[in-house]
C-alpha cells in the first residue's frame, strides 16, 4: 500500500511539474500588446474583443475607456479588432516578452473611419435608431452601392425585400412601427444564415418570430384579437448579462415608458441570450421576469439578432439607455 501512495505521489509530482513547464512556456513564448478603441472621435468603445486571428483563444476586450491589454504568441501576428459590424485587423511583429501598444490614448483606432459597413433602417413611427448612429459618427448615404459607409433610410414601401439587396448590408435595422415590411420568413432567415444582422424594437417582434426565436408571448394570448401590451411607466430592470454589468458598473437599470402599448414577452428560446429582464405590468397583469434586451444568434455561422421592447425616441430616453444602445450595437455581429 505505501508503495502504491509513494507512485501516486510520484506521479502526481510529474504531472505538476509538466503542467508548470507548459505554463512557463507558454509565458515565455508570448508578448502583449494594448491599445485604445473609439467608436467616434469622442466616444471609448466598450466591450470590443480584441483576439489574434490565428489563434483566437488569445483574447480579450476593451473596458469603458475603450483599452485593452491582451498576450498573443510572438511572430508576425494579426490582431483583429471585432466591433460586431465593425471590424478592423492590424498586422504586429512581436519579440518574446514585448509589451507593444498599437493605438495609444492620443491616437485611438476610430470604429466608425476604420471599417467598411452598410446599414439598412426602416423608418418608425416611435423609433429612431438612426439618432444613436448620428451621435457616434455613422453618415447617412443614399444606396447601398456607395463606396462610403454608412445607413439608408427606407420608408415603409420602399425598404428591400429581396436577398440580393438585403446581402448588401452588415446590419438590418426595424424601427418601432406599426407597419412591417413584405420580407418573407424564409428570406429573412437566409439573410441571418449568411452573416446578416439585424436590430429591431418593439412592434416589430414579427422578427423574432419569424427567426423562431420566442417562447409564449404575452402580447397575443386573446382569441378573439385583444392586445396585452406594456403599461405606462418606470421600470427597474436588472442586467442579467455579465459583460454588460461590468461595462456599465452597475446591476440595475431605470426605463421609462412613457406610453402604453409597448410590447411584452414573457420568455424566449433557451439559446437565446437575456441582457436586461424586469418585472413589468401588462394589460391583462404582472408578467415576471420578462425579457427586455435579447441578443440572439439563430444558426451557428450566421449573423446576430438584437431586439429590445424600449427604444430610443418616443419616452424619457437616459444616458443609460443611449449607453446601452451603443454596447449592444458593437456586439451585434461579434464573434
Known amino acids: 500500500m505505501k508503495k502504491y501512495v509513494g507512485a501516486m505521489i510520484i506521479v502526481l509530482m510529474l504531472v505538476g511539474l509538466s503542467c508548470t513547464k507548459e505554463a512557463q512556456n507558454e509565458s515565455e513564448n508570448t508578448a502583449t500588446v494594448t491599445g485604445y478603441v ?3 472621435d469622442t466616444i471609448p468603445a466598450p466591450g470590443v474583443h480584441v483576439y489574434d486571428k490565428v489563434n483566437p483563444s488569445y483574447s480579450g476586450y476593451t473596458d469603458r475607456s475603450g ?3 491582451v498576450d498573443v504568441p510572438i511572430g508576425e501576428r494579426t490582431i483583429v479588432i471585432d466591433g460586431g459590424i465593425f471590424k478592423s485587423e492590424t498586422s504586429v511583429s512581436l519579440s518574446r516578452g514585448d509589451v507593444k501598444e498599437i493605438y495609444s490614448s492620443s491616437n485611438p483606432l476610430i470604429l466608425v473611419n476604420n ?8 423608418i418608425g413611427a416611435f423609433d429612431s435608431i438612426q439618432a444613436v448612429f448620428d451621435q457616434i459618427g455613422i453618415r447617412r448615404i443614399s444606396s447601398p452601392d456607395d463606396t462610403a459607409s454608412g445607413y439608408i433610410v427606407y420608408d415603409f414601401g420602399s425598404f428591400p425585400t429581396d436577398i440580393e439587396t438585403l446581402k448588401k448590408f452588415n446590419l438590418l435595422a426595424f424601427n418601432c412601427g406599426i407597419t ?9 432567415k437566409e439573410y441571418v444564415q449568411d452573416g446578416g444582422n439585424i436590430y429591431a424594437s418593439d412592434w416589430q417582434i414579427w422578427v423574432m418570430d419569424s427567426l423562431s426565436l420566442l417562447g409564449r408571448k404575452i402580447f397575443l394570448i386573446s382569441d378573439d384579437g385583444d392586445y396585452a401590451t406594456g403599461n405606462h411607466g418606470t421600470v427597474k430592470a436588472e442586467v442579467v448579462d455579465n459583460v454588460l454589468r461590468n461595462q456599465l458598473g452597475k446591476d440595475s437599470v431605470t426605463i421609462v415608458f412613457d406610453h402604453d402599448g409597448w410590447v411584452v414577452i414573457d420568455s424566449v428560446k433557451q439559446d437565446v441570450k437575456v441582457l436586461l429582464k424586469a418585472d413589468v405590468s401588462n394589460s391583462q397583469g404582472p408578467v415576471s421576469d420578462a425579457p427586455l434586451a435579447i441578443l440572439a444568434k439563430p444558426f451557428n455561422s450566421g449573423g446576430m439578432l438584437f431586439y429590445t421592447s424600449f427604444h430610443y425616441e418616443a419616452q424619457a430616453t437616459s444616458e443609460d439607455v443611449i449607453e446601452m444602445l451603443r454596447m449592444f450595437l458593437l456586439r451585434i455581429g461579434q464573434n
Open 180 to 188: 412591417a415590411p413584405g420580407i418573407n420568413s424564409s428570406t429573412l
Open 115 to 122: 471599417t467598411k459597413f452598410k446599414i439598412a433602417v426602416m
Open 38 to 40: 473609439y467608436l467616434s
Open 67 to 69: 483599452f485593452f491589454r
